[in-house]
């Protein structure tokens, strides 16, 4: 057997290797291609990117001309530097330095010597291109976007660099990809399929006709179309509300976890990240790290949730079996908690239960629940990690998993945390009683806020909120149809919602109601501390609203965060009364709020952070590009005319 072995293992190797290369070198003509490539010039043909629509059909992003000169070191001969320069607007110094990254990167491969002509820069080129030999045009499509909103949705679409050249081979230098929102996260989808075509080239390079008779060339295949969950008026809206205020606004439709508005403030108008002018403002928004306008902080920004908090606090510590609707605290404007710690209350004070509790916003009583659920248990660190999971089953101290490239976990207390805080040291409930309120170490991002709602609005299940409602051709990812159900039982979520609903009536947003829409909400206010020169400073509070309506079979959840904005009831509250008319009536009676909100400002409480040279840099962008905007269609449509000319001029010559 052993004499048979050796010899018939040779032999199968060596028909394999065989079989191998003949398939090769026979049947696959692939790596004959490749070797052949000094004579064969590879061009691509640029598909559209898909179209972007709002959940209602609203299309919110299509595309335009744009042309790429595109640069072949070795073929560049001699020419007239100063003519060319002068006419693509360029320096001289310019030229010479895309000439070198050009030749470094490849003497004999094109690179993109000059991005994103319009169409007036274009045939003011193409008129003269026959004078620059190793130069030539590659038409592309460029973002065209038909709102001066969402950009922290949208995201952008730019120049893909070396490394991703490396990591995927689909791209190659000179190619646009997807950054930041859904470009990024559905770019796959979006990009499309380029087309290849393979040309011969004779000595002298020119090219002489298809390689194999096109046996090897593609046909360009569109970018599938998307169909957004955002509600485009809603989420215009949304951004006007927040225009002169600093945080972010999620609304989300319980029922699916689909997000109807994504507000993130400050913002800008997308069109400033398209043309030849992206990279310089890009940069502007860049280095604004104060205001901070590239930072989407509806799912960035982890705040203390405050008061909202409460909620989650109730509906723990029924499911522990601490409290139920008829347990009473006596609150006298505080809690005195422990030897010298007082906790202050705004509430009127006297017997506190749950319902009077929540819509009053009573601090005493949610000490003394969060207490009793901690104190439960014999060991503090057993009892922190049973409350920690019972919030986390709401999605909370974790990432989303929304289908946006970026997000923040947000904070969750466990008895790591505290054995890393207080080492050592005998810690129990009077320690971390902070939590109770929203404040202590527990930290949300705004989508983790309206997640939370849609949950209480739900009575107990949540689905992962999403950005994406329809990709044509394609099947919604089965994750964003799945639902999580928390570890609170569905009976204790509706004494909770009655006392919100009590918020509007007769609690802390008595008044921002609108007659004949039944709202649930919470009035949170924050503290807010910033660290300068080392020291903890106090700053404006931060204004907190969360809200779902209408109590019963609720149609959008909420949240509502503007930083430094005083009280819940001051700014977020009047704003997310707003947003919930606007979506569920598409009308506003609420006249006076909306008045008081867009004409608004806290430019004052921002400007005591940056210096006044700052303040305006969004504004002057913004302006600029409506200039720039106006300007492209003036050059568009003169170069229509232009063209129009020609072709009746030439028609003439004819007759």
Known sequence: MRKVLLPTMVIITACLLIIRLFYLQIIDDTFKLKSENNAIKIKYDYPERGYVYDRYGKLLIANQPS????????????????????????????????????????????????PQLNKLEFAAFQEKIRRFSGFYIQKRSLRDYQVSYGSNVFGFITQVNENIVKKNPYYVGGDLIGKQGIEESYETFLRGQKGVKYLLKDKFNREIGSYKEGKFDTVAKQGNDITLTIDGELQKYGEELMVNKWGGIVAIEPKTGEILAL????????????????????????????????????????????????ILTALVALQEGVIDEQTAFSCHHGFSYARGRFMKCHCHGGAMQLHNGIYESCNTYFSNAYMKTINKYKSPSYAVDVWSNHLKSFGLGDFMGCDLPIGKRGKIPTSKTYKKLYPGWHWDSKTIVSNAIGQGEVLMTPIQLANMMATVANRGYYYTPHIAKNIKGEILDKKFRTKHVTTINKKHFEPVINGMFDVYNKGTAFGLGVAGIDMCGKTGTAENYLKVNGKRVKLQDHSIFVAFAPKDNPKIAIAVFVENGYWGKRWAGPITTLMIEKYLRRKITKVDFEKRMLEGSLKDQYSKLYPKKHQDSLSILNDKVKDSVAK?????????DKANTTKKDSIKKKT
């Open 67 to 114: 042309y790429d000169i595109m640069v072949i070191p070795r073929d560049v001969k001699e020419l007239d530097t100063i003519e060319f320069c002068k006419l693509l607007d360029i320096t001289k110094e310019y030229f010479i330095t895309k000439i070198k990254k050009a030749r470094v990167y490849s003497p004999m491969l094109p690179s993109v010597f000059l």
């Open 263 to 310: 507000v993130s403030a400050p913002n800008f108008n997308p069109a400033l990240l398209v043309g030849r002018q992206r990279s310089k403002n890009y940069t502007l928004l860049h280095n604004d790290s104060i205001a901070k306008p590239l930072y989407d902080r509806g799912l960035l920004a982890e705040y203390p949730p405050g008061s909202p908090f409460k």
């Open 632 to 640: 492209s269609k003036g050059e568009n449509d003169a170069a229509s």
